[in-house]
């Protein structure tokens, strides 16, 4: 029985792993997450794992569960918010102490999420903060593989594509920035399980920049999660200035706000993420984007599951 540990196992890649390994033999799962409702969410939909509640950015008990384990994949995160705090403890000191606990116990092999923003032109906490953890990373002697996909979607998607399918279900007028003609290279969270798993089983080591394999203007990839799920919302295209203001003003009335002024700034950036033969790489098969739309929308098993901000 081989011993999996997952931290940040209650959020989007976390939940979607967690849903693709349960099924595989011989495989014992640990979920690790801070998150009280999502964590509780996961042991309701998973039942047969065991699942953790704890913080991983402050020295506890958590760290025992290490103790025989096949495989850490390192998943924890702060991608949105306001406070710096926040950033560098999540994705910063959690690793460091991920990091000691798997020396400690002699963890074989590592996996670690990190994110296509390290390359990007977009300077904010998010991205500072990746760019300090692929550093420690890059420093630990245990044999392990860093993968940088880009912007994820999938079952559970509480931030992104899953965020603004939600909110064009209970809006009269759907608001696009500006001209909506920006590139963006969606990765499907279905996808990235399938080459951790492949991680996992060769012990695959070295960076790997794992992008969406199909660009699509921004505009129309709304206009196709509108037509998927059917929604009543009149997609309007707002100026971006504009756009900007109404952010920041709804900042001020949510202290954790699913979608910020830098997450816009770098929404709208013009930047094409490199595309590696990933599915040759790792033994894959990718996803056709409109497929894995359908999949995310419309999945009688998870795709209602709505996970907590």
């Not at 399918?165 to 990235?192: K, S």
Request: hydrophobic letters at 45%.
């Amino acid at each position: 029985m081989r011993r999996i540990v997952i931290t940040g196992a209650a959020g989007l890649v976390g939940q979607n792993l967690v849903a693709r390994l349960k099924t595989v033999p011989n495989m014992s799962i640990i979920g690790i997450d801070k998150h009280p409702a999502n964590t509780a969410l996961l042991r309701k939909i998973h039942p047969e794992i065991e699942v953790v509640e704890a913080d991983l950015a402050i020295p506890g008990d958590w760290a025992a569960h290490f103790a025989g384990a096949d495989a850490v994949v390192v998943n924890q995160a702060q991608i949105g918010g306001l406070f710096r705090e926040e950033f560098i403890a999540n994705n910063v000191t959690a690793t460091e102490l991920i990091l000691a606990a798997a020396d400690l116990h002699k963890v074989p092999y590592l996996v670690q999420m990190s994110s296509s923003v390290v390359n990007s032109k977009a300077n904010d906490l998010y991205v500072e903060t990746k760019r300090l953890q692929e550093e420690i990373f890059n420093t630990c002697s245990i044999p392990h593989v860093i993968l940088r996909p880009t912007l994820m979607f999938g079952w559970f998607d509480r931030k992104h594509l899953g965020w603004l399918r939600r909110f064009m279900t209970r809006t009269p007028i759907f608001p696009v920035p500006g001209n909506g003609r920006y590139f963006r290279q969606p990765l499907y969270a279905g996808d990235i399980v399938s080459i951790i798993s492949a991680c996992i089983e060769q012990r695959i080591t070295g960076t790997y920049d794992i992008s969406g394999l199909e660009r699509i203007e921004y505009g129309a990839l709304i206009g196709i999660i509108h037509d998927i799920v059917g929604a009543r919302a009149r997609i309007q295209k707002i100026p971006y200035r504009v756009f900007w203001a109404l952010l920041w003003i709804y900042a001020w009335f949510d202290r954790n706000p699913p979608f910020t002024t830098k997450q816009l700034e770098a929404l709208v950036i013009p930047e094409i993420f490199p595309v590696i033969d990933w599915p040759g790489i790792f033994n894959v098969q990718a996803t056709p984007l409109i497929t894995a739309l359908r999949e995310t929308f419309l999945d009688p098993r998870y795709s209602e599951i709505t996970l907590s901000f």
